[in-house]
Nanobody, 126 residues
Framework: QLQLVVSGGGLVQPGGSLRLSCAASGFTSPGYAIGWFRQAPGKEREGVSCIDGSNSRTKYADSVKGRFTISRDNAKNTVYLQMNSLKPEDTAVYFC???????????????????WGQGTQVTVSS
């Protein structure tokens, strides 16, 4: 059974850092793509970053470029989202999602992904 487990959210002051983890299990190959999304109250879910399985190519939303870094550890079946220089507008529930198979490239659209993990709250506030 395909499963994604998200961890690492919390409360942080502006300018601080957090690292989110998305642990995957049950996938048919190590080539699955992972996307990170977030949803703030009253707003639509938006893509933050993604990483493919074949070449570890990455994409970032303009709002997080230079501040967030996505990476994957295939030995641990885990994808990380390192978030630095956090701003109050980064406050949201963060989700990870996966597209199974041997995937080259990735996109930041929600419809491209088939499997979703539970969300974790990230709050940036002083």
């Amino acid at each position: 059974q395909l499963q994604l487990v998200v961890s690492g959210g919390g409360l942080v002051q502006p300018g601080g850092s957090l690292r989110l983890s998305c642990a995957a299990s049950g996938f048919t190959s190590p080539g699955y793509a992972i996307g990170w999304f977030r949803q703030a109250p009253g707003k639509e879910r938006e893509g933050v970053s993604c990483i493919d399985g074949s070449n570890s190519r990455t994409k970032y939303a303009d709002s997080v470029k230079g501040r967030f870094t996505i990476s994957r550890d295939n030995a641990k079946n885990t994808v990380y989202l390192q978030m630095n220089s956090l701003k109050p507008e980064d406050t949201a529930v963060y989700f990870c999602a996966a597209r199974d198979g041997y995937v080259s490239g990735c996109v930041l659209g929600t419809n491209w992904y088939s499997y979703w993990g539970q969300g974790t709250q990230v709050t940036v506030s002083s």
